[in-house]
């Protein structure tokens, strides 16, 4: 856990504790005195901090220079500073923001111009608004992701939708697709794009409640709700598509751990296998439940009657009643691509080199925490399509096998283990560290940089080469 600096402007951050850099910084107006009295120690650290944000919020920068082992009896503390710098970085960073926040019922809207380079002339447009009054610990947050008829007046529906449903006090982003044809798909790294930069914005911004964050979405939208929840399932309390119903591939419910799902669709909705789809996708909540009790909560339900049309009023209401637990102990991450993309973390997990060498199999982490003994089952997984219906691939069956490389970070704070005592970390049944766990400020920045989630800013880290 202790390593050398590797940069020279950090050297004297870390001889000083990090705690001092709010009280001789944070907008005391008398920085010049502080620098005075220390070297500049604080103020240089500090900056270093914002500058290797900067350069993560713009897509680059390396790894946050080794340095500074902190006091235990600070650790909360230093968290909240390193979050505030983050917040400071966000807000000065040169970038179109989020729309200022008024009531969804003004119809106020934005518009976010999305990467060229991930699809060309991309202009999402989005509603940005409020129902009801800011709870203290700010609005619960709903994404809400239209279907696949005609963009412009699916958007207007939408905002209709979501202004009728019985969910405030609440905070909505209804965006309306940028471009048809093949671009009409909202699980698409473009997209992806503007989901993490929403992700980003509003929790550095407090206006949103980071453990009430729902996915939801009608048709179209149910497919790309469908896919987010299993993609982005750390960010959210819960997540409810609607009239869809994706092949399990495409969202595995196995990181649905901890969240609440729902699926709602028409028992006589046959286009393109929703219905029979949505069955799969309920047989296998039920067998994660029965397997995991209280980790697999879900209302995924037939409609009698019903084809692509249905009730929409009971989704929001339902999410309403759950939170997230950010820190949960138990998780099952299965890392897939989505549209040529992986994510780099999960929960308090830090991909740093994948194990799988290429999409024909993804590799699987369940982690379990039983009092300090922290225990990682890590397998790559290979599907195999068991049923085709009208060329598209409904049942699988997934096989295993061992890893033999790769590399990961655990990440770990007092909300999952015991700090004062040492820490146990196996994998595959092999002990690969047992020892005490030092708090890090390089753990802290890389932590905040990844997730962009206030709570988790982890101040220790464990690194681990997997088949050593």
């Given amino acids: 856990m202790k390593t050398n600096i590797l940069k020279s402007d950090l050297l004297m951050c870390a001889l000083a504790p990090f705690c001092l850099i709010v009280s001789s910084c944070a907008g005391s107006g008398n920085n010049e005195d502080a620098d005075a009295g220390r070297g500049g120690t604080e103020v240089s650290c500090r900056q270093a901090l914002k500058e290797y944000f900067s350069a993560k919020i713009e897509g680059g920068g390396a790894e946050f220079p080794a340095g500074a082992v902190l006091s235990g009896e600070t650790v909360e503390d230093d968290i909240a500073a390193v979050w505030d710098i983050w917040k400071e970085a966000n807000e000065d960073f040169s970038e179109v923001k989020l729309a200022d926040i008024s009531p969804l019922s003004s119809g106020r809207s934005g518009r976010w111009i999305l990467p060229s380079d991930m699809e060309p002339d991309a202009y999402m447009q989005y509603y940005f608004g409020t129902k009801g009054d800011r709870p203290e610990d700010g609005w619960p947050l709903y994404l809400y992701l239209h279907g696949s008829g005609d963009r412009i007046q699916e958007w207007a529906t939408g905002l209709e939708l979501c202004r009728g449903f019985d969910d405030a006090p609440s905070l909505y982003f209804i965006p309306q697709i940028p471009n048809a044809g093949e671009w009409y798909r909202w699980w698409q790294k473009s997209k992806q794009w503007a989901w993490e930069k929403l992700l980003r914005l509003v929790l550095a911004s407090g206006d949103a409640d980071p453990d009430k964050v729902f996915f939801f979405g009608i048709s179209e939208g149910g497919y790309?709700?469908?896919?987010?929840?299993?993609?982005?399932?750390?960010?959210?309390?819960?997540?409810?598509?609607?009239?869809?119903?994706?092949?399990?591939?495409?969202?595995?419910?196995?990181?649905?751990?901890?969240?609440?799902?729902?699926?709602?669709?028409?028992?006589?909705?046959?286009?393109?296998?929703?219905?029979?789809?949505?069955?799969?996708?309920?047989?296998?909540?039920?067998?994660?439940?029965?397997?995991?009790?209280?980790?697999?909560?879900?209302?995924?339900?037939?409609?009698?009657?019903?084809?692509?049309?249905?009730?929409?009023?009971?989704?929001?209401?339902?999410?309403?009643?759950?939170?997230?637990?950010?820190?949960?102990?138990?998780?099952?991450?299965?890392?897939?691509?989505?549209?040529?993309?992986?994510?780099?973390?999960?929960?308090?997990?830090?991909?740093?080199?994948?194990?799988?060498?290429?999409?024909?199999?993804?590799?699987?982490?369940?982690?379990?925490?039983?009092?300090?003994?922290?225990?990682?089952?890590?397998?790559?997984?290979?599907?195999?399509?068991?049923?085709?219906?009208?060329?598209?691939?409904?049942?699988?069956?997934?096989?295993?096998?061992?890893?033999?490389?790769?590399?990961?970070?655990?990440?770990?704070?007092?909300?999952?283990?015991?700090?004062?005592?040492?820490?146990?970390?196996?994998?595959?049944?092999?002990?690969?560290?047992?020892?005490?766990?030092?708090?890090?400020?390089?753990?802290?920045?890389?932590?905040?940089?990844?997730?962009?989630?206030?709570?988790?800013?982890?101040?220790?880290?464990?690194?681990?080469q997997i088949g050593s």
């Fill in 224 to 464: 790309g709700s469908q896919r987010l929840a299993s993609f982005y399932a750390d960010y959210l309390a819960g997540a409810g598509p609607m009239a869809g119903g994706e092949p399990l591939k495409n969202a595995p419910a196995e990181n649905c751990a901890n969240i609440a799902f729902s699926l709602r669709t028409g028992a006589e909705d046959a286009g393109f296998g929703r219905n029979t789809l949505t069955g799969y996708v309920k047989d296998e909540f039920d067998k994660l439940e029965q397997k995991h009790p209280g980790y697999y909560k879900h209302w995924i339900e037939l409609i009698p009657h019903y084809g692509h049309s249905i009730d929409y009023s009971g989704t929001t209401p339902w999410l309403a009643g759950y939170e997230r637990n950010p820190w949960p102990k138990y998780f099952c991450w299965e890392n897939f691509e989505m549209d040529g993309r992986y994510r780099d973390g999960f929960y308090n997990l830090q991909v740093l080199e994948r194990s799988n060498q290429d999409a024909s199999s993804r590799t699987v982490y369940e982690m379990e925490i039983e009092g300090n003994n922290v225990s990682l089952d890590i397998r790559n997984v290979h599907y195999e399509t068991v049923e085709t219906a009208n060329g598209i691939e409904m049942k699988f069956e997934k096989s295993y096998d061992d890893v033999s490389s790769g590399r990961i970070r655990v990440y770990l704070d007092s909300h999952l283990v015991d700090l004062s005592a040492p820490v146990t970390i196996m994998v595959n049944g092999k002990v690969v560290f047992e020892d005490m766990l030092e708090p890090d400020l390089k753990m802290m920045a890389e932590s905040c940089a990844l997730f962009g989630d206030p709570r988790r800013v982890y101040p220790c880290g464990v690194d681990v």
